[in-house]
């Protein structure tokens, strides 16, 4: 191999790399505008043409916020959707990624949780640069529900953990990110 021919596979294997990190940056904004019910955040995931099909519910990509944070409302004080395992075909300004995601909903009185297992099927296309989701399908494979009372324990209260907001006000967008006083130091 010449150096013409390194630094061209360096050129490419740095574009795959940037490529792979920026489909994942996009599906995991998508995950927190979810959670965050940050409509911005959420919108700007999917390209203005773009589609989201959550089983017979099929939205375009701009009105899925719209329809989805009321239901994630519905369905619980607070939920987090996991990204786990991450599959990605690049193929020019085209990819399809395979997404597992684990979705966590807390009932309104914190009694259970239920947990859904199930894949984000993207279609992302990079356009003026940005790679954005043009289809997603979303399947749902698995559900679980479970005790959640540990939330409510005399114990558990006492660790004052920070508790999550359905919105922008989460400690997530606070910057600097900073220390409250703490009540006792280790």
């Known amino acids: 191999m010449t150096n ?14 940037m490529d792979r990190t920026a489909i994942l940056d996009c599906i995991a ?3 927190r505008g979810c959670d965050r019910h940050d409509v911005e955040l959420l919108t ?3 390209h203005a043409d773009g589609w ?4 017979n519910a099929v939205r375009s990509g701009p009105d899925y916020a719209d329809f989805m944070n009321p239901i994630h409302d519905g369905a619980g ?10 599959a990605c075909e690049i193929d020019g300004d085209t990819a399809h990624a395979e997404s597992y995601v684990l979705v966590f909903l807390l009932d309104h009185e914190g009694a259970t949780t239920t947990t859904l297992g199930g894949r984000y099927l993207d279609r992302l296309e990079r356009r003026d640069g940005a790679w954005r989701i043009a289809v997603r399908r979303c399947t749902v494979e698995w559900v679980l529900t479970g005790d959640a009372s540990l939330l409510a324990a005399e114990g558990f209260k006492k660790q004052e953990y920070s508790r999550g907001s359905q919105n922008t006000s989460d ?16």
């Open 4 to 17: 013409d021919d390194d630094l061209a596979q360096l050129r490419r294997d740095v574009r795959y790399l």
């Open 29 to 31: 904004n998508n995950a």
């Open 44 to 46: 700007s995931s999917y």
């Open 52 to 55: 989201d099909v959550h089983g």
């Open 77 to 86: 004080q607070a939920h987090t959707h996991n990204i786990t395992t991450h």
């Open 171 to 186: 400690l997530a967008y606070q910057r600097p990110l900073e220390v409250d006083t703490p009540s006792e130091i280790w």
